[in-house]
């Protein structure tokens, strides 16, 4: 398996333009999860979904944040307007989510480094 | 609420030199812990998971042992190829989210 698959690895925009970070999960895991990692703040959980559903999305910062899973195989985050203060590294992870609560564990994308000048 | 404490935040170890890393956490209803060790410009890379307090798990260098308020990862004689950021995060018996510590960023020196 290849693994959680995340792109763009790297987007440079300026302020007020809209930004589309995509992931693919791991083929047969159920739950998604977006996180975003700061040195300031370490790593923050966005929003995870389970069966394509969004389960709990608290950590959204503000309305200019949205996530989206069409399917089981595709998720996208995007930021608009971007500012400035987005500027983090964006993680994908994904799960099998097992109702026993055993292999739970998230196995995590390489990451999108996000600048927003 | 669901909290994760690690420290040190950084630990500095010669070659050989053996440590260990602590994770606190405060949860209701501990569903698993999680260690993860986070390479530069990558993402987290998962090394173990505990259920219950008294489990132990071990991965060459590495081994992962639990009780009902933390969790250690001890390090014997590490090598370089050992630095790295190693994160430790929890999970709730209710939701599937993860809370995960600030991490310990470990150098290793040759």
């Known amino acids: 398996d290849a693994g959680v698959i995340q792109s763009p690895r790297h987007e440079v925009t300026e302020m007020g333009q809209e930004v589309t970070l995509r992931c693919k999960p791991i083929?047969?895991?159920?739950?998604l999860f977006w996180y975003r990692q700061t040195m300031m703040r370490g790593l923050e959980l966005l929003i995870y979904?389970?069966?394509?559903?969004?389960?709990?999305d608290s950590g959204m910062p503000e309305d200019r944040f949205s996530a989206k899973m069409p399917n089981a195989s595709f998720s996208t985050l995007k930021i608009q307007p971007s500012e400035p203060r987005d500027s983090a590294v964006y993680f994908c992870a994904s799960s099998l989510s097992a109702r026993t609560g055993r292999n739970n564990e998230q196995f995590f994308g390489p990451g999108t480094r996000l600048t927003v000048l | 609420e669901d909290q994760v404490t690690q420290s040190p935040e950084a630990l500095r170890l010669q070659e050989g030199e053996s440590s260990s890393l602590n994770c606190s956490y405060t949860?209701?209803?501990?569903?698993?812990l999680f260690w993860y060790r986070q390479d530069p410009g990558k993402g987290p890379e998962f090394l173990f998971t505990l259920y219950s307090a008294g489990e132990e798990k071990e991965k060459e260098r590495l081994k992962a042992t639990l009780t009902k308020k933390e969790s250690f990862l001890h390090i014997t004689a590490p090598k370089p190829e050992d630095s790295a950021t190693y994160l430790c995060?929890?999970?709730?018996?209710?939701?599937?989210?993860?809370?995960f510590g600030t991490g310990t960023s470990l150098t290793v020196i040759p």
């Open positions: 083929s047969g895991h159920n739950s």
């Open positions: 949860v209701s209803g501990l569903r698993g």
């Open positions: 995060a929890v999970q709730a018996r209710t939701g599937n989210q993860f809370y």
């Open positions: 979904f389970n069966n394509n559903v969004p389960i709990d």
